[in-house]
């Protein structure tokens, strides 16, 4: 019997192996405005957050010219690179198959809408998703706004709602909106650091993932 009827996915460090991409720019970014240097864990753990939220967390209340210098650096380091980021190997192939199966697809980001409709044009993937949501139009994770909208957008009830992310905002935001959460260790955060938070499911790689999904559809 099918499980889901509605799996939403979050994008980076999910579907595109961007976490680097990131973190690398937020690094880079921080140096150009002259804010205390981040380690690359540092980054990594804030990826999800809208860029904002980012910002707060990872510097606190500084004066907004430099939050606003910081935004524009790491803005303009991601986009010289965005070109450049790859799918994980076989998250298309799930994507496409669970569509064929008649699967509703949505996706649920912390990019803004210029981001995502770059990635999903550039990735091919466009067509297979019913719904996107991001920080443009919604509050960032772990605010439960996202699924909410995708869900009524989509019909879809939040028992028959799975949300998929690599980071513990995604797992927040869907045990906030009270759906099924499946966190994959592939990307921004480790298996254990995810635990924490409690997902339904936890997988450390795509094709475990995808074979789960395709049994459960």
């Known amino acids: 019997m099918k499980q889901f009827d509605l799996i939403v996915w979050d994008w980076d460090g999910t579907v595109a192996d961007s976490t680097g991409l990131i973190s690398q ?40 010219s430099q939050a606003q210098a910081l935004a524009t650096h790491y803005q303009r380091n991601y986009y010289a690179n965005e070109n450049n980021i790859l799918l994980f190997a076989g998250i298309a192939e799930t994507i496409v198959a669970l569509s064929k199966k008649g699967i509703k697809l949505a996706v649920a980001t912390g990019k803004g809408r210029r981001g995502l409709n770059t990635a999903l044009q550039q990735s091919g993937l466009a067509k297979y998703f019913h719904a996107t949501k991001t920080v443009d ?8 706004q ?26 927040q935001m869907g045990k906030n909106a009270g759906v099924m959460t ?11 650091h995810l635990s924490q938070y409690s997902p339904d499911y936890l997988f450390d790689d795509v094709a475990t993932l995808s074979a789960w999904l395709l049994e459960q559809t």
């Not at 996202?146 to 980071?167: F, H, K, N, Q, W």
Request: net charge negative.
């Open 25 to 64: 720019a937020l690094i880079q970014a921080a140096q150009e405005a002259g804010l205390p240097e981040l380690s690359e864990s540092r980054a990594r753990s804030i990826i999800g957050l809208g860029l904002r939220e980012s910002i707060q967390v990872l510097f606190g209340d500084i004066p907004a």
């Open 137 to 144: 139009e919604c509050f960032s994770k772990p605010h439960p």
């Open 182 to 192: 499946a966190a994959v260790s592939y990307g921004s955060q480790t298996a254990a």
């Open 146 to 171: 996202m699924l909410d909208e995708l869900m009524d957008e989509l019909v879809a009830m939040p028992a028959r709602t799975l949300m998929i992310g690599d980071s513990q905002y995604d797992l």
